[in-house]
């Protein structure tokens, strides 16, 4: 259901984000963990893990991402579009590519299934 999807969502997306490592730092040092979170946007979401140390703990990034989440897809009405929802704070999204191999891993999936 739900759960799945966003977790196969978080998942897909990490794969571009970190290649799935939990101690990536990208963007010279901006970007943190799983999902290459910034501490001052975990921070703005009210986040747990609001350091660079702390969002390189999966289970706390990927707790952020899940806040970051919460935010931006009802504020924005879409998952990703533009600028809009989940494409707000993650990269991969704006690029065709990448966004397409993740819609397709995850039609691939049983949840998104019929």
Known sequence: GRKAFWTGLL?????HE???QPAVV????RWFGLVQISPATARYHGCQA????????????LSCAVRILDTTVPRDGVIAAGMRGVAAD?????QASKREDM???ML???YCQG
């Open 50 to 61: 609001g350091s660079g140390e702390a969002l390189k703990d999966g289970a706390a990034n």
């Open 18 to 20: 970190s290649t799935w």
């Open 90 to 94: 993650w990269g991969p999204f704006h």
């Open 108 to 110: 691939a999936q049983p």
């Open 103 to 105: 819609r397709a891993w």
């Open 26 to 29: 990208g963007g010279g040092g």
């Open 11 to 15: 998942s897909a997306l990490a794969k």
